[in-house]
């Protein structure tokens, strides 16, 4: 059983940063990729980036370039940098974990094995 616990999310104005943390108990970490996806109300859940066991990334086309995963595997975390954030930025963020040691992005929500219950970001123009 893995569990999983965002934290960082809050309230920040147009143009402004986060970085979401996303804490990791159970298994061994260094091992999974690790997702990063967010839902806004009324919408689907969509897919943000990626990071691979070996710290390979992959993002969201829309989202490149403002947006950087990053992982300490000695701290069992995975980080979620966001920048120039606009309002349309606004949602719940959620981390989520492939136990598989894959090195193939993942972009699904069906493709990951553990979820964790999310953080609220809000974005204020």
């Known amino acids: 059983q893995v569990l999983l616990v965002e934290s960082g999310g809050g309230l920040v104005q147009a143009g402004g940063s986060l970085r979401l943390s996303c804490a990791a108990s159970?298994?061994?970490?260094?091992?999974?990729?690790m997702g990063w996806f967010r839902q806004a109300p009324g919408k689907e859940r969509e897919f943000v980036g990626w990071i691979s066991p070996i710290s390979s990334t992959y993002y969201a086309d829309s989202l490149k370039g403002r947006f950087t995963i990053s992982r300490r595997n000695a701290a069992n975390t995975v980080y979620l940098q966001m920048n120039a954030l606009q309002p349309e930025d606004t949602a719940v963020y959620y981390c989520a974990a492939d136990t598989t040691y894959n090195i193939v992005p993942r972009r699904t929500t069906r493709e990951y094995d553990y979820w964790g219950q999310g953080t609220q970001v809000t974005v204020s123009s």
């Open positions: 159970g298994g061994t970490f260094s091992n999974y990729a």
